[in-house]
């Protein structure tokens, strides 16, 4: 059975780190495109970063560049997004996806969100005083 397990969220004050996982089960990350998108209350979904399990080429929004880094562990079936200087506006569910994919398809599968055919559950992101 294909998962995908998120953790790591929780509260955060203003400025501050948090670093989610997505532990894949079930298959492996080799050849998938694999990305963080969110969502917050009363807004459309938005891909927040992408990576290919294959060779490492990255996307990010323009609204985390800088602040958010992902990367992959193919040998533990596991993806991170750090995120850096967290602000009130990241609160959102945070979910992990996957679509199987070469690199140059990280741009879209980010933007679009299609082809990513196996979704996690999610993880609440909360940025906050």
């Known amino acids: 059975q294909l998962q995908l397990v998120e953790s790591g969220g929780g509260l955060v004050q203003p400025g501050g780190p948090l670093r989610l996982s997505c532990a894949a089960s079930g298959f492996t990350l080799v050849h998938f495109v694999i990305g963080w998108f969110r969502q917050a209350p009363g807004k459309d979904r938005e891909g927040v970063s992408c990576i290919s399990s294959s060779d490492g080429t990255t996307y990010y929004a323009d609204s985390v560049k800088g602040r958010f880094t992902i990367s992959r562990d193919n040998a533990k079936n596991t993806v991170y997004l750090q995120m850096d200087s967290l602000k009130p506006e990241d609160t959102a569910h945070y979910f992990c996806?996957?679509?199987?994919?070469?690199?140059?398809?990280?741009?879209?599968?980010?933007?679009?969100?299609?082809?990513?055919?196996?979704w996690g559950k999610g993880t609440l992101v909360t940025v906050s005083q």
């Open positions: 996806a996957a679509g199987y994919g070469a690199s140059t398809s990280v741009h879209v599968k980010c933007l679009t969100s299609r082809g990513m055919d196996y």
